[in-house]
């Protein structure tokens, strides 16, 4: 089993920047790909990132490329998505999830999520 729980959202203005923590944990987490996803009101969730447990090599939607950044501290059983120049169409709830499918963006091969942590972009 894996757990995941997400933190660091928040109310930002347009320009601006915040850094989203998952804390990814159980015995086999290591083996996992860590998924960040986003849910606006009204739309699909949406993946968003992702982080390969085989050799961190990172993925990311063309929405987000250039402006987050997606690491991992194993050691600390950590995921960050560093969030960069956002825009208020970034506004949604953010989710951390966790895939034995190495890669992967699709949200059905991911087995086990959080609860989600609410990022809103306005001035």
């Known amino acids: 089993q894996v757990q995941v729980a997400e933190s660091g959202g928040g109310l930002v203005q347009p320009g601006g920047s915040l850094r989203l923590s998952c804390l990814a944990t159980?015995?086999?987490?290591?083996?996992?790909?860590i998924g960040w996803f986003r849910q606006a009101t009204g739309k699909e969730r949406e993946w968003v990132s992702c982080?390969?447990?085989?050799?961190?090599?990172?993925y990311y939607s063309d929405s987000v490329k250039g402006r987050f950044t997606i690491s991992r501290d194993n050691a600390n059983s950590l995921v960050f998505l560093q969030m960069n120049n956002l825009k208020p169409e970034d506004t949604a709830t953010y989710y951390c999830?966790?895939?034995?499918?190495?890669?992967?963006?699709?949200?059905?091969?991911?087995?086990?999520w959080g609860q989600g942590t609410r990022v809103d972009v306005s001035s």
């Open positions: 999830a966790a895939s034995i499918i190495d890669g992967t963006m699709r949200s059905d091969d991911y087995d086990f």
């Open positions: 159980g015995s086999t987490v290591d083996y996992y790909t």
């Open positions: 982080i390969s447990s085989a050799d961190g090599a990172t």
